[in-house]
């Protein structure tokens, strides 16, 4: 593992080949209570969110209106059911990453895209403060062209609020679920899953930075 550059993105025929079996993760969310693998009410949207520690990230989204279920997991990048450990090396491609489930009835994807942008660091190149490596890279895969259509837009008028206030480029990753790496989102393991609820001293590196969404 001596010498590998983990800001440097792996490349399909480089990555770790992963294994055929899934994680055994619990069947439904600590906290709301509802199925962490579906089916879900019929008119839910489907989100994948990566900011950085999946563990904050993911406490952010589960306490918003509207959001029926979140879970960690990774994703945008080709090793088949990685463990966190493989994620840990940057051979993997994936980043980590919550996916949110919501009513888009309760909520909008401003308030989601607020939540985002506003609790991470979208200017810094695969890293989040002292966690440096692709697998912390800020990202956000959507699963209709409508969401597509506001991720991007929204990238837009965020850059104009932080370059108003002298931040720098965001580097954010923004592309359709099945165009991110292998477009599978990997559950992560079972202690992943709300883990800030579960160790409620855990590490978070997430809340309200540089200047506000709206």
Wanted: charge should be negative; proline fraction near 5%; charged fraction near 20%.
């Amino acid at each position: 593992m001596l010498g590998i550059d983990k800001t440097r993105m792996v490349t399909a025929d480089q990555a770790l080949t992963g294994r055929d079996t899934p994680m055994q993760v619990a069947d439904r969310h600590v906290v709301l209570g509802t199925s962490l693998h579906g089916p879900w009410p019929e008119d839910s949207e489907v989100l994948y969110v990566a900011m950085g520690c999946f563990w904050g990230a993911e406490r952010i989204f589960w306490r918003l209106p509207g959001v029926h279920v979140t879970a960690v997991g990774y994703m945008g990048g080709w090793t088949r059911h990685p463990n966190y450990q493989e994620t840990c090396t940057s051979l993997t491609g994936h980043t980590e990453t919550v996916r949110v489930v919501y009513d888009p009835a309760q909520t909008s994807l401003e308030d989601l895209f607020a939540a985002f942008w506003e609790n991470h660091d979208p200017t810094t190149a695969n890293r989040q403060g002292n966690d440096v490596g692709t697998q912390y890279r800020s990202a956000i895969f959507t699963t209709t062209p409508a969401q597509l259509e506001a991720a991007l837009a929204s990238r837009d008028r965020y850059q104009e609020r932080l370059a108003s206030q002298g931040y720098g480029a965001i580097t954010t990753q923004i592309a359709p679920a099945e165009e991110a790496g292998d477009g599978v989102f990997y559950l992560a393991e079972d202690y992943h899953q709300g883990y800030l609820h579960k160790n409620p001293g855990g590490y978070c590196n997430h809340g309200f930075c540089q200047v506000g969404y709206q």
